[in-house]
């Protein structure tokens, strides 16, 4: 592993290390010659990556599928940004790097995840939905992965945990708003949030950095997360049908109408609250995230946030000056 992490690194730092290898390219230069644009990354972030060596081609058919390479490089600067200008690159030996090192992690350890996880859990008292939650988190390699797996792969929630901490915070921020309409059916409600993105257990992988799976491209986690729900629903005898399609209703309707990928629209007040609490908690965590990760940059606005498609403003939290 490298002693230094690469959002440590400053220009003309020459270092060596063990890193993810997030993304590899062989593309050409002006004289025709291959050379390689990669994408690096430890749990501190990722930077672009360059190998202009004569033997770029043969490197490439060494190292386009691995995970993991060793590098012996220097910080260059390219277009203002910092990027990796590559002299070595191998495939490391499994005992030179901890695969688990490399992701980024949250702030809350998943030990005490699983606690609150496990505390939400208690406080649903209807008999199904209390035995399904039972039944999913009950299976350790479910809780496992749970617990594991980041909320998405690069915009909010992008570390080891993310998904168990976006989940619990859905629930909190669904069990206020419902506290608001006594119309609304908690017990589903709780339920549907610490459901709804249960299907990102298989939609993304995090072996030494986060990615999709093929599953998770061509099905999605809203379709996966409800298959299995539906097939552990379908394991519980007796299971009411009524409240099994209130809970697929909440999978399937949680990104809402228009384009953003779920087959139906929210027709009930607890998939409408899980929706919004859904995308608020999402937008938060991910502008914390930028606010986190460009404060310590010159300017007033933080770096183009694509995934919005605007600047933030971040100059006041910046702090000691009022
Ligand atoms: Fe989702
Ligand atoms: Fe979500």
């Given at each position: 592993m490298s002693d230094k992490r690469?959002?440590?690194?400053?220009?003309?730092?020459s270092f060596t290390g063990c890193f993810a290898l997030r993304q590899c390219q062989k593309r050409t230069k002006n004289n025709g010659e291959p050379f390689l644009a990669m994408e690096l990354g430890d749990s501190s972030g990722r930077l672009p990556a360059v190998y202009w060596e004569a033997d770029a081609g043969e490197i490439f058919e060494q190292i386009a599928d691995a995970k993991v390479v060793y590098i012996v490089g220097i910080i260059t600067?390219?277009?203002?940004?910092?990027?990796?200008?590559v002299r070595?690159?191998?495939i490391p030996?499994?005992?030179?790097f901890d695969a688990d090192e490399l992701l980024p992690k949250g702030d809350i350890p998943p030990e005490k995840l699983a606690i609150e996880l496990r505390n939400i859990i208690?406080?649903?008292?209807?008999?199904?939905?209390?035995?399904?939650?039972?039944?999913?988190?009950?299976?350790?390699?479910i809780l496992r992965k749970f617990l594991e797996t980041p909320a998405g792969k690069l915009w909010h929630g992008a570390y080891v945990g993310g998904l168990a901490e976006h989940s619990i915070n859905v629930a909190k921020i669904c069990e206020l708003t419902a506290s608001f309409f006594p119309v609304c059916r908690r017990e589903p409600l709780i339920a549907g949030a610490l459901l709804h993105d249960l299907g990102k257990i298989e939609e993304l992988s995090a072996d030494s950095h986060?990615?999709?799976?093929?599953?998770?491209?061509?099905?999605?986690?809203?379709?996966?997360?409800?298959?299995?729900?539906?097939?552990?629903?379908?394991?519980?005898?007796?299971?009411?049908?009524g409240l099994a399609d209130e809970i697929f209703h909440m999978i399937l309707s949680h990104h809402g109408d228009g384009d953003k990928g779920s087959p139906v629209p929210p027709i009930t007040l607890e998939a409408s609250i899980l929706h919004h609490a859904d995308a608020l908690e999402s937008q938060a965590n991910a502008f914390k995230h930028v606010i986190e990760r460009d404060m310590a940059k010159p300017g007033e606005f933080s770096e183009w946030v694509r995934p919005?498609?605007?600047?933030?403003?971040?100059?006041?939290?910046r702090g000691g000056e009022e």
């Amino acid at each position: 592993m490298s002693d230094k992490r690469l959002k440590d690194f400053q220009i003309n730092d020459s270092f060596t290390g063990c890193f993810a290898l997030r993304q590899c390219q062989k593309r050409t230069k002006n004289n025709g010659e291959p050379f390689l644009a990669m994408e690096l990354g430890d749990s501190s972030g990722r930077l672009p990556a360059v190998y202009w060596e004569a033997d770029a081609g043969e490197i490439f058919e060494q190292i386009a599928d691995a995970k993991v390479v060793y590098i012996v490089g220097i910080i260059t600067e390219f277009r203002d940004k910092p990027q990796v200008t590559v002299r070595e690159i191998r495939i490391p030996q499994s005992e030179e790097f901890d695969a688990d090192e490399l992701l980024p992690k949250g702030d809350i350890p998943p030990e005490k995840l699983a606690i609150e996880l496990r505390n939400i859990i208690e406080t649903v008292s209807d008999e199904w939905f209390s035995a399904l939650l039972a039944k999913i988190f009950g299976d350790e390699e479910i809780l496992r992965k749970f617990l594991e797996t980041p909320a998405g792969k690069l915009w909010h929630g992008a570390y080891v945990g993310g998904l168990a901490e976006h989940s619990i915070n859905v629930a909190k921020i669904c069990e206020l708003t419902a506290s608001f309409f006594p119309v609304c059916r908690r017990e589903p409600l709780i339920a549907g949030a610490l459901l709804h993105d249960l299907g990102k257990i298989e939609e993304l992988s995090a072996d030494s950095h986060f990615d999709y799976t093929a599953e998770g491209r061509l099905i999605g986690h809203i379709v996966l997360g409800y298959q299995r729900v539906r097939s552990v629903i379908a394991s519980i005898d007796g299971f009411p049908k009524g409240l099994a399609d209130e809970i697929f209703h909440m999978i399937l309707s949680h990104h809402g109408d228009g384009d953003k990928g779920s087959p139906v629209p929210p027709i009930t007040l607890e998939a409408s609250i899980l929706h919004h609490a859904d995308a608020l908690e999402s937008q938060a965590n991910a502008f914390k995230h930028v606010i986190e990760r460009d404060m310590a940059k010159p300017g007033e606005f933080s770096e183009w946030v694509r995934p919005v498609g605007r600047f933030l403003f971040i100059d006041h939290y910046r702090g000691g000056e009022e």
